[in-house]
């Protein structure tokens, strides 16, 4: 835009006066810095020009040259020799621009012409070019030197040029390019994207192109949160001889200001932090904050404890001989469909304030870590940035694991241990940071979990990535009646219960529009529908809200930084040492491969349950609950209480029977002594029953075993041995395991046993010897 002379003029006398009240100091420092932008606070533009403040937002093309000017005026009356001939000192602005404080997507055609601050995510960096500013040619014949102004959309003076280079001057001599006397600026066209965490929902994310130019280039890499100040403007298309009424806009930067990462922290209030120091200082305080986790999802009680851990993490260390030890925990959770692993990564998205989701399929491996990419319009190389690299600082959600490619699959090992993404492609070598957790959940290799496999077997995934991981999950469907009432009694309350708006209450929580005390604010309120009937002698377990478990774990995580002691760290080197041994057995068939990585991760658990308890140091307790939870995981308990319950439920239906007879017996008596049936009835009575309780039949041995009951005889015996982790066993115990364990309807004889345990030995699995069976 051509601003007259004059208002020129004006502009400038009135901007003089406003940097000789207010920022003569910024000035002088800006000359001792040797910068060469003068940043203003908005807050001051209207403080000072109450009537015209609105106009220059609205219109900052007419005020941005004449702002220069002055500022450029400005300091050369504090040092003349600080500003070389032609040199200016730009303008920025900062501060609260209100209404004006927008996302990409909320850039719409009110705002072209005016000035902005958008906030965002930087996802691509294009290279630094020099752009021309002034040429200088020499002409041989006349000996004489022609300058040539180029100006385009983001300049603030004067109207656009054309961007030839003239090869001839008016009267036809030749012209040769003085490149040494012509004058550069720095130029890089960066894309801002909005925070992941406030996109709309199913719908693709909004960018917007901005231009930054001299100073302004390299400030900001992809993955960096930013605000951008500056002028949105639209570009005229390129189509040649057409006329379309579509234009592409862009950012004109005048200011970038890097965010915190923590800049959507939550806001706490003195009552927030007494009631925070209150939970962190009850005994239950780790079951609560499990149990409020994911309340529509019932059971799972250590898988939750476990992704409260993750969401706080343990310390991140950079020690002084460059080595970065992660503070970040990576879990994962394999088992049958329909457990509800999906819905769990579905709570930790809801809770974690960065929180990215992706699907194993959905996924590459440069979509995950980053990527080098064309730019459709100039044909430059360009850095974009992937989803691990948006997460930094937060988690990423990778469901259907087990479906990602090897290739793809491979690319996260980096990210999961150093924490950083490399690329050296395509001439661009860069480090980014993606200092990320990662949850993922993948399905068995079989699609259900097969119980006579070893873990490993099951998951089928190679040690590299295992050991990469700090906590390995197996969810089971158990078959129990029980255990099924109880899901489907809580699922169905879950769909019965509509909230005040008649809406499906989301995580059990209630609206708390109308909260008054800090009892309800604190705590879910009891619902009839949602919770189910009280019962007596029982007391409603409590649960946190969604708001004020996201304050409580946002404080925990950001304010506490732990330390290990002594006594911590002495159990914690006792346990690593326990478990290394117990590994070197492969026969206990653990989820996880034992490695240093172990170590670290217990280190890393402690801390955090420390940070739960808002403690400033990691003690024994919190090393003991963190192994708690590693055993609950390494050695798949789960399998082993589903073993136990079944053969609890065995034994009960055993003894059961064996009471069945008894009763029958005692009727009988009676009813003889009183006459009231016939000896021939009681005769038919007392050989009947027995035939009710007989044990089932022991099979003749006649010297071969079907492959049937060879199977089932290796399985239950093997299944026993990895369960109670035993190397030997006599053989009575034996006939007692096989023959309690539900193997059919006949039973095993003594000498089927020793016939079946030479054929192991012959296979070289046992050694049998003096009545004990060893196993190889």
Not at 289 to 298: C, E, N, T
Not at 514 to 528: A, C
Not at 744 to 767: H, P, T, W, Y
Request: aromatic residues 6%; proline residues 4%; charged residues 25%.
């Amino acid at each position: 835009m051509d601003v007259p002379e004059e208002t020129r003029l004006r502009h400038k006398r009135d901007f003089i006066q406003f940097l000789d009240n207010m920022y003569m100091d910024e000035i002088k420092a800006l000359v001792q810095q040797k910068r060469h932008r003068l940043i203003i606070n908005i807050s001051d533009i209207h403080h000072y020009f109450r009537d015209s403040a609105s106009r220059i937002l609205k219109n900052p093309n007419e005020y941005m040259q004449s702002f220069c000017d002055a500022a450029t005026e400005a300091t050369r009356g504090i040092d003349p020799k600080y500003l070389k001939e032609g040199e200016l000192v730009l303008v920025g602005f900062e501060g609260y621009f209100v209404s004006r404080v927008v996302t990409p997507r909320e850039l719409l055609s009110e705002f072209i012409g005016s000035m902005v601050c958008v906030e965002g995510i930087v996802t691509k960096c294009s290279l630094v070019r020099p752009k021309v500013v002034k040429s200088v040619h020499f002409c041989p014949s006349t000996g004489e030197f022609t300058n040539r102004d180029y100006r385009d959309i983001t300049s603030h003076a004067g109207l656009p040029t054309g961007s030839v280079y003239p090869t001839r001057d008016d009267k036809g001599n030749l012209l040769v390019t003085e490149y040494g006397l012509c004058k550069y600026k720095d130029h890089q066209t960066l894309s801002i994207q909005e925070v992941p965490e406030n996109a709309a929902p199913g719908q693709l994310p909004r960018s917007v192109d901005v231009i930054a130019e001299d100073d302004l280039v390299d400030s900001c890499k992809p993955g960096d949160r930013v605000s951008v100040f500056g002028i949105y403007k639209a570009l005229p298309g390129k189509s040649k001889g057409s006329v379309n009424g579509v234009f592409r806009t862009i950012l004109i930067a005048n200011n970038i200001a890097l965010l915190n990462k923590e800049a959507n922290a939550p806001i706490y209030t003195p009552r927030d932090l007494q009631n925070i120091k209150n939970i962190a200082g009850r005994d239950d305080a780790f079951d609560l904050l499990a149990r409020s986790l994911a309340p529509s999802i019932y059971g799972h009680a250590w898988i939750k404890k476990a992704v409260v851990l993750l969401m706080l993490g343990g310390v991140e260390k950079n020690l002084k001989n460059g080595t970065h030890l992660r503070g970040d925990i990576n879990m994962m959770m394999v088992g049958d469909p329909s457990v509800a692993k999906s819905q769990l990564l579905r709570a930790i998205m809801n809770i974690a304030p960065l929180a990215i989701s992706t699907t194993g399929r959905g996924s590459s491996g440069v979509g995950l870590t980053a990527a080098v990419t064309s730019d459709q319009e100039t044909g430059e190389r360009r850095l974009e940035a992937g989803a691990m690299v948006l997460a930094d600082k937060g988690i990423v959600c990778i469901d259907e694991f087990d479906k990602m490619n090897d290739q793809d699959r491979v690319a996260i090992h980096e990210v999961m241990e150093q924490q950083t993404v490399t690329i050296a492609k395509a001439g661009i070598h860069a480090s980014l940071n993606a200092r990320c957790s990662v949850v993922a959940a993948a399905n068995p290799i079989y699609g259900t979990y097969d119980r006579s496999l070893t873990p490993t077997k099951n998951i089928g995934l190679p040690d590299s990535l295992l050991s990469r991981f700090d906590l390995l999950f197996i969810v089971l469907d158990q078959m129990d009646a029980g255990i099924d009432s109880l899901i489907s009694e809580h699922v169905l309350r879950m769909h019965r219960y509509k909230n005040d708006r008649g809406e499906a209450g989301p995580d059990g929580t209630l609206p708390y529009a109308r909260e008054d005390d800090g009892e309800s604010e604190l705590f879910v309120k009891y619902n009839q529908t949602l919770h189910g009937k009280k019962k007596r002698g029982q007391t409603h377990d409590k649960t946190l809200t969604i708001k004020f478990l996201k304050k409580y774990i946002h404080y925990a995580k950001h304010r506490i930084t732990p330390k290990l002691t002594d006594e911590a760290s002495e159990r914690i080197a006792e346990a690593y040492a326990d478990l290394r041994n117990a590994g070197s057995d492969t026969k206990t068939g653990g989820t996880l491969p034992i490695t240093a990585r172990t170590l670290e991760t217990i280190i890393r658990l402690a801390t955090a349950h420390a940070k739960m308890k808002l403690s400033r140091e990691v003690t024994k307790a919190d090393a003991e609950a963190a192994l708690k939870l590693m055993n609950f995981a390494i050695y798949h308990q789960e399998l082993t209480e589903m073993d136990d319950r079944e053969q609890e439920e065995r034994q009960r239906e055993q003894a059961e029977q064996e009471r069945t007879p008894s009763g029958h017996r005692g009727n009988q008596r009676r009813n003889n002594e009183n006459g009231e049936e016939n000896d021939a009835a009681n005769v038919d009575s007392e050989t009947a029953d027995p035939m009710e309780v007989d044990e089932p039949p022991v099979e003749q041995f006649s010297g071969t075993v079907s492959a049937a009951r060879i199977e089932t005889f290796e399985r239950v015996f093997g299944q026993h041995m990895r369960t109670h982790r035993l190397d030997d066993i006599s053989i009575a115990d034996i006939e007692t395991v096989v023959n309690n364990n539900g193997v059919g309807a006949s039973r095993f004889s003594a000498d089927e046993i020793m016939a079946l345990l030479e054929k192991l030995q012959d296979d070289n699995k046992v050694m049998i010897s003096d009545g004990k069976v060893h196993i190889i």
